[in-house]
């Protein structure tokens, strides 16, 4: 379902999980398409994928890997959603709660998956999230 108002076209993703607040998977405007922040989680459920979390909701460990592949996924189904695809990815901010530890293997990661023309990226360290993860992205693409 969108919506459309003088900031263009709000658009969500009938596959990536839902907002954790009041706002869209991505908002149209023009050829342009911003997604608001996206992370590991599946859609219905609160589960994040490679995270194991304590009675308390505290990260006990987790796999940067897994959550990166599943946040490029979610990535992917909002973009194809939006009537863009991963190839029109233009610009990417990451955020990472554990540059040490993650930025290896999600920049590993981010050569296997824009292995041609990759998009620019800036990449910053974070204390948190708003939910218990390691990685999130901002993304703006071209329709």
Same mark, same amino acid.
């Given at each position: 379902m969108s919506t459309e108002n003088k900031n263009g076209e709000a658009l969500n993703s009938s596959k990536a999980p839902e907002p954790v607040g009041l706002y869209p998977h991505a908002?149209? &405007? #023009?050829?342009? *398409? =911003?997604?608001? #922040?996206v992370g590991p989680r599946e859609k219905g459920t609160k589960v994040i994928p #490679?995270? $194991?979390?304590?009675?308390?909701?505290?990260?006990?460990?987790?796999?940067? $890997? /897994?959550?990166?592949?599943? &946040? =490029?996924?979610?990535?992917?189904? !909002?973009?194809?959603?939006?009537?863009?695809?991963?190839?029109?990815?233009?610009?990417? /901010? &990451?955020?990472?709660t554990n540059m040490k530890d993650d930025f290896k293997t999600y920049n590993r990661l981010w050569a296997e998956y =824009?292995? $041609?023309? +990759? +998009?620019?990226? /800036?990449? !910053? $360290? !974070?204390?948190?999230? +708003? /939910?218990?993860?390691?990685?999130? *992205?901002?993304v703006i693409a071209t329709i």
């Open positions: 908002r149209r &405007v #023009g050829n342009l *398409l =911003f997604l608001s #922040g #490679g995270v $194991e979390l304590d009675d308390q909701g505290n990260i006990v460990s987790y796999d940067i $890997e /897994t959550q990166c592949r599943s &946040v =490029f996924q979610n990535v992917k189904w !909002i973009l194809e959603d939006s009537g863009s695809s991963w190839d029109n990815i233009v610009d990417v /901010t &990451v955020f990472l =824009f292995a $041609e023309n +990759p +998009p620019c990226r /800036t990449t !910053i $360290e !974070i204390n948190c999230l +708003p /939910t218990p993860i390691a990685i999130e *992205l901002k």
